[in-house]
């Protein structure tokens, strides 16, 4: 699924983020940046030792925050290390730093004059985020920076399995439908007796 942002496009895809040949992949890491499982586990893997001694010297990374290394054995010369945030009661913040964390992302991708990007779903897994609520947080913050930063060419969604790509490609069709107009007749409800 793909879509237009201005010069931009947006597109959701369902495969193996390690496998974009993007200018940079986004990596779900913890704020240690020192590896994982799940997202962080498969791009330390697939991107060999030089990618953790970078990230070493990092000094960590603020949960909302990214920062960026070289791909090593990846086909994406640059990995952003981003760290979402732990959700725990949607109480605390959760959907604005999730939201920061997408942003600061493209911001250093911006600086890095990086003009092609892939995301995962981003806390959805280890860190709990409800993945429907995450999808349009995500979307919707990524459809902001590209209408006002047109230097960013293609943002890629890489879901894992169908069920992922689903719930990203309903919550894009709601983004991007018209608003509804004024004409439109107001929805009378039946007014109990
Ligand atoms: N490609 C794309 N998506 C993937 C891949 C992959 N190879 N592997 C897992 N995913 C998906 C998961 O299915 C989930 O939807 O990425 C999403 C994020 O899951 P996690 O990797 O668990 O990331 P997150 O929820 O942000 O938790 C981060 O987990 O791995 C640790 O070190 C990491 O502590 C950090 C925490």
């Known amino acids: 699924m793909r879509v237009r942002i ?16 993007t200018e940079a992949i986004v990596n779900a890491a913890n704020r240690t940046l020192l590896g994982g499982g ?15 001694e970078e990230c070493r010297k990092l000094g960590g990374c603020n949960p909302g925050d990214a920062k960026i290394t070289i791909g090593g054995n990846l086909a994406a010369p640059y990995v952003i290390h981003a760290v979402g945030p732990v959700y725990r009661d949607g109480k605390h913040h959760e959907a604005d730093l999730l939201a920061k964390t997408y942003r600061r992302s493209l911001e250093v991708a911006s600086e890095n004059n990086i003009e092609t990007i892939s995301f995962p779903s981003i806390s959805t897994g280890a860190y709990g985020f409800p993945i429907d609520q995450a999808a349009r947080i995500a979307l919707s913050t990524v459809i ?18 169908r069920k992922a790509f689903d719930v990203y490609a309903n919550a894009l069709e709601e983004l991007m439908k018209p608003p509804a ?13």
């Open 6 to 21: 201005g010069e931009s496009e947006l597109e959701l895809v369902e495969g193996d983020i390690t496998e974009q040949t």
């Open 38 to 52: 799940g997202v962080d586990g498969a791009i330390h893997r697939a991107g060999g030792p030089r990618i953790m």
């Open 144 to 161: 902001d920076y590209l209408k006002s930063n047109q230097d960013i060419r293609l943002v890629r969604f890489v879901l894992y399995g």
């Open 181 to 193: 107009t004024e004409e439109e007749p107001e929805q009378v409800s039946e007014q109990a007796d």
